[in-house]
């Protein structure tokens, strides 16, 4: 069974510069999860989609921050202008059913580094 | 307002040592709990969980149980190998059924 995927594996960009990545969730998982994980923390969700509907999006920077799951499989989050402290790494995690002690998979994450 | 408390890092220790990790939560409610490993270069793994008091959760040698009356899910290994070192997450995942992960404690076994 494939995994989570995620690209680029790997973004440097400019503050103030726009910058997007790309997850595919694992086939059949209705749930999926953006986190950011800064260096020396633990991760911090930033938006879950049950299908391509928004459960909860309370910690997403609306302000420069965006995300969309179109279909209920494939999602893309989307930062608007960059900010040096938006430096991290971004992990996409997506599970078969909402919330319950449902495991999350995993992907690599992509890591961005803000100049 | 909901957290996870981990010991920090670096752990180091020789191959063979025995191993815990310290994780606290508080409780609000009865959450379950996780143990998520990450290896370098990949993505989070989940180790090991529990979902209520008393409960042992275990895998690959390692275990933690669920205690209730102090709040706690420590992770234990009583063998560790070079192939250990990570790093490893303590999470709860709470009644909004989100997920708070502690900060992450870098384990490096030398051999």
């Known amino acids: 069974e494939a995994g989570v995927a995620q690209s680029p594996r790997y973004k440097i960009i400019e503050k103030r510069q726009s910058v997007a990545f790309w997850c595919n969730p694992i086939?059949?998982?209705?749930?999926l999860y953006w986190y950011q994980q800064i260096l020396g923390q633990g991760p911090k969700l930033l938006i879950q989609f049950q299908n391509n509907g928004v459960v909860d999006d309370s910690q997403l920077p609306k302000d420069r921050f965006s995300a969309e799951r179109l279909k209920g499989v494939d999602s893309t989050l989307k930062i608007q202008p960059a900010k040096l402290e938006d430096s991290a790494v971004y992990l996409c995690a997506s599970s078969l059913v909402k919330g319950g002690i449902d495991e999350q998979f995993f992907g690599p994450g992509t890591r961005l580094t803000v100049l | 307002g909901d957290s996870v408390t981990q010991m920090e890092g670096p752990v180091t220790l020789s191959e063979e040592a025995f191993l815990t990790i310290n994780c606290t939560y508080t409780a609000t409610g009865y959450p379950s709990l996780f143990w998520y490993v990450q290896y370098p270069g990949e993505g989070l793994q989940l180790l090991l969980k529990?979902?209520?008091?008393?409960d042992k959760g275990s895998n690959k040698g390692f275990e933690a149980t669920y205690r209730k009356e102090t709040t706690s899910f420590h992770l234990e290994k009583g063998s560790v190998q070079v192939s250990d070192s990570a790093v490893y997450f303590c999470a709860r995942l709470g009644g909004t059924y989100k997920y708070i992960f502690g900060t992450g404690t870098r384990l490096k076994v030398l051999a």
């Open positions: 529990a979902t209520k008091a008393d």
């Open positions: 086939s059949g998982h209705a749930t």
